[in-house]
């Protein structure tokens, strides 16, 4: 099976009456047999140059045998540079799914067996009916915790104390640990593992970061600090499959928590989570599962109980792509949504 094109299309996907907007990135590998894999990307102009001018030229006429062979190729050549090969990494998916398709059998299988079918969810935004998990701003907490009740586990997103104290952050945290948090998040610069490590050590609430890592040895290094409790990466932006498979021993022998951050689309969501249930839940905890604004991406949507994904046992990443999201919500020069 040789692959025949390499494409990243940019999607922006309106936000109902805000004037503002969410990027995406679809990206397609097709193939000499008619099949063709997908993958999320990470929504940027930079990105969609480097899979077009370098990775797309670099696997365009190759056979498809073994993702993990063409990216140590990669690697190797055209990919020495950190960030094509951090670029590749969402490209990789798309092979995984091609091979997954070619093979019959799940993603989660090629890369390390699952061990579950199911991974808890928790959304972001506003809450999700039927899920038991959420995340919130910090300056929202009091109220959202008032409204939810005390069954749900919530998260918080504190990022915006970055800019305070360690005193500041010291004390704005013994004031939320009333209400039972699953963890706060980021409330420290990236780059300060130091003030992480030195609040966890207060004890007084669980702490998660990592998502804004520049690069897998700063995320090593939260690990061994240890600088937090729960360790965030998204895999489409953050080095993909191989970066992780490499980290989750890690996080498992310090006897930490992994949890998944997603980009906009529900293809974001799917293909972590088959990584995700390759490990037991002692180890890869949590999934998000942002706002329900890209879900035309897919056909059908995932199937959700209980606040869990029951992630797909079909063929590849086990979903249907409908590829007229690529006409239908072209990219827009247009304010972002954070």
Same mark, same amino acid.
């Given at each position: 099976?040789?692959?025949?094109?390499?494409?990243?299309?940019?999607?922006?996907?309106?936000?109902?009456?805000?004037?503002?907007?969410?990027?995406?990135?679809?990206?397609?590998?097709?193939?000499?047999?008619?099949?063709?894999?997908?993958?999320?990307?990470?929504?940027?102009?930079?990105?969609?140059?480097?899979?077009?001018?370098?990775?797309?030229?670099?696997?365009?006429?190759?056979?498809?045998?073994?993702?993990?062979?063409?990216?140590?190729?990669?690697?190797?050549?055209?990919?020495?540079?950190?960030?094509?090969?951090?670029?590749?990494?969402?490209?990789?998916?798309?092979?995984?799914?091609?091979?997954?398709?070619?093979?019959?059998?799940?993603?989660?299988?090629?890369?390390?067996?699952?061990?579950?079918?199911?991974?808890?969810?928790?959304?972001?935004?506003?809450?999700?009916?039927?899920?038991?998990?959420?995340?919130?701003?910090?300056?929202?907490?009091?109220?959202?915790?008032?409204?939810?009740?005390?069954?749900?586990?919530?998260?918080?997103?504190?990022?915006?104390?970055?800019?305070?104290?360690?005193?500041?952050?010291?004390?704005?945290?013994?004031?939320?640990? #009333?209400?039972? +948090? %699953? &963890?706060? =998040?980021? $409330?420290? @610069?990236? /780059?300060?593992?130091?003030?992480? !490590?030195? *609040?966890?050590?207060?004890?007084?609430?669980?702490?998660?970061?990592?998502?804004?890592?520049?690069?897998?040895?700063?995320?090593?290094?939260?690990?061994?600090?240890?600088?937090?409790?729960?360790?965030?990466?998204?895999?489409?932006?953050?080095?993909?499959?191989?970066?992780?498979?490499?980290?989750?021993?890690?996080?498992?022998?310090?006897?930490?928590?992994?949890?998944?951050?997603?980009?906009?689309?529900?293809?974001?969501?799917?293909?972590?989570?088959?990584?995700?249930?390759?490990?037991? #839940?002692?180890? +890869? %905890? &949590?999934? =998000?599962? $942002?706002? @329900?604004? /890209?879900?035309?991406?897919?056909? !059908?949507? *995932?199937?959700?109980?209980?606040?869990?994904?029951?992630?797909?046992?079909?063929?590849?990443?086990?979903?249907?792509?409908?590829?007229?999201?690529?006409?239908?919500?072209?990219?827009?020069?247009?304010?972002?949504?954070?």
């Amino acid at each position: 099976m040789k692959i025949t094109a390499v494409e990243a299309y940019l999607l922006s996907f309106p936000l109902p009456g805000s004037g503002m907007k969410r990027d995406a990135m679809l990206i397609r590998v097709s193939t000499s047999e008619g099949i063709f894999g997908y993958a999320p990307g990470e929504p940027t102009a930079s990105s969609k140059r480097l899979i077009d001018r370098l990775i797309a030229p670099f696997l365009t006429g190759r056979s498809l045998t073994d993702p993990d062979a063409l990216r140590i190729l990669f690697q190797q050549g055209p990919g020495a540079d950190a960030e094509a090969s951090r670029i590749y990494g969402a490209v990789e998916i798309a092979l995984y799914d091609l091979a997954g398709k070619a093979r019959n059998l799940p993603v989660s299988e090629l890369i390390g067996g699952r061990v579950r079918d199911r991974i808890r969810l928790y959304s972001t935004g506003p809450r999700e009916p039927g899920f038991r998990a959420f995340r919130t701003t910090a300056a929202d907490a009091h109220a959202a915790r008032e409204a939810a009740g005390p069954e749900l586990d919530m998260m918080v997103d504190a990022s915006a104390w970055q800019q305070k104290s360690f005193e500041e952050v010291e004390s704005a945290a013994r004031a939320l640990s #009333e209400l039972e +948090v %699953r &963890w706060i =998040e980021e $409330p420290f @610069p990236p /780059a300060d593992h130091e003030s992480y !490590a030195r *609040l966890r050590a207060l004890e007084i609430v669980p702490l998660a970061a990592g998502r804004n890592e520049p690069n897998e040895l700063r995320l090593l290094d939260l690990i061994e600090t240890p600088a937090v409790d729960y360790i965030q990466m998204d895999i489409v932006s953050q080095g993909s499959y191989a970066a992780a498979r490499r980290l989750f021993p890690d996080i498992a022998r310090a006897g930490l928590r992994f949890a998944f951050q997603c980009g906009p689309t529900p293809l974001d969501v799917v293909a972590a989570a088959h990584l995700g249930i390759c490990w037991p #839940e002692s180890v +890869v %905890r &949590w999934l =998000e599962y $942002p706002l @329900p604004i /890209a879900s035309e991406i897919l056909k !059908a949507p *995932l199937q959700i109980e209980r606040g869990s994904l029951i992630v797909p046992s079909g063929p590849g990443l086990g979903v249907d792509v409908d590829e007229s999201v690529i006409w239908r919500y072209p990219y827009l020069e247009a304010p972002v949504a954070m």
